[in-house]
């Protein structure tokens, strides 16, 4: 068992940082340190996405809950840039059944969200299933299979790629809300929100939600950060524009009550993962006492001083990584001199 988690761990480690800088959002070795604008975006509190009554958190503490992050369900092309993002859509269906006999079942964040706020039952294996960005594939390969479980997605839709060559286009989306999928955002453009001014913020959150719900209808409560990069700043601001929680690129599963609801881990899926595999992944993660994220990600080899707004909620300063994988994967984003592991 050793022997497989540390395969496992490394296996991870690996596809975080090779699989993907992706959607072409890259930085430069030795790229000047980000500066935090979004600490002074909320000073004119911009309109919710939604309006939720508040409630008080479970006396127990919620369940990890694992979320899958997909991109492409087809073969990478030739020189793909990023094939690490590419899933063969025989071993989507293949992960989609292993899933099925292990008893699992697929959710949607707001359920999630819902068992970890104490409001639903959770039940005896909860999955969510997202799907970043917007591939044409997401809506003729990933919607088919999960169609047939009976199961949602999560689509964590960047809104200018709807309509496009590749992309989404929006009665597929329509047709996927239809049959069960939940729409959340990355953004209008897959922007770094760490480097955005107040005005550039606000489209890209609040603005990027509300063109999906006059697009289709449907609140969007979640949020999805772009190439998995947040910072206190980011977090605190997308908390206070009404987004119920948010999702990150660091490994593991989701859990609230180690991580905060802003800086929620997923399990990244990526190209060559097998079924085996990915089951032998959720059993190692769902091992792992649960520990919190970095401080901000992705990690400098030099942190500089965080600009935070006074609400921001702190974390350790450290990776904490206390399970194998987390520590591999910490120790070698911290030793990247570039951005890595972006979506």
């Known amino acids: 068992m050793t022997t497989m988690r540390a395969l496992t761990a490394a296996l991870l480690a690996a596809a975080l940082l090779g699989g993907a800088a992706a959607c072409g959002h890259t930085a430069a070795p030795g790229a000047a340190p980000r500066v935090a604008a979004v600490a002074t975006a909320t000073a004119t509190p911009a309109a919710a996405p939604v309006q939720v009554s508040p409630t008080p958190a479970p006396a127990t503490p919620p369940p990890a809950i694992p979320v899958l992050m997909y991109h492409v369900i087809a073969p990478p092309p030739r020189n793909a840039p990023f094939p690490g993002l590419y899933v063969l859509p025989a071993t989507f269906a293949a992960q989609m059944a292993a899933l099925k006999a292990a008893g699992y079942r697929a959710i949607t964040m707001q359920q999630a969200y819902d068992i970890w706020r104490g409001r639903a039952a959770a039940p005896a294996h909860p999955v969510v299933l997202s799907f970043d960005n917007a591939y044409t594939s997401q809506y003729t390969r990933a919607l088919p299979i999960l169609h047939s479980y009976g199961w949602p997605g999560v689509l964590n839709l960047v809104v200018d790629r709807l309509d496009i060559p590749a992309g989404l286009s929006t009665a597929q989306v329509r047709t996927m809300i239809a049959d069960g ?119 400098p080899v030099v942190r500089p001083p965080l600009k935070a707004t006074a609400s921001a909620t702190a974390k350790p300063a450290t990776a904490s990584a206390t399970g194998g994988a987390r520590t591999a994967t910490a120790t070698a984003t911290a030793s990247a001199s570039g951005k890595a592991a972006g979506k």
Not at 271 to 293: I, M, V
Request: glycine content about 6%.
């Open 181 to 299: 999928w939940e729409v959340d955002t990355q953004g209008l453009t897959h922007a770094d929100l760490a480097i955005l001014s107040p005005h550039e913020f606000a489209a890209q959150t609040v603005g990027a939600a509300e063109k999906i719900r006059a697009t289709f209808g449907v609140p969007v409560r979640f949020f999805c950060y772009p190439s998995g990069d947040y910072n206190p700043a980011v977090a605190a601001a997308l908390r206070r524009a009404g987004f119920l929680a948010a999702v990150t690129v660091w490994p593991g599963l989701a859990d609230p009550s180690a991580q905060g609801a802003m800086t929620l881990d997923r399990v990244r899926v990526s190209y060559g993962e097998s079924a085996a595999s990915l089951l032998a992944a959720l059993r190692y993660f769902a091992a792992q006492k649960p520990s919190p994220p970095p401080v901000e990600y992705p990690m």
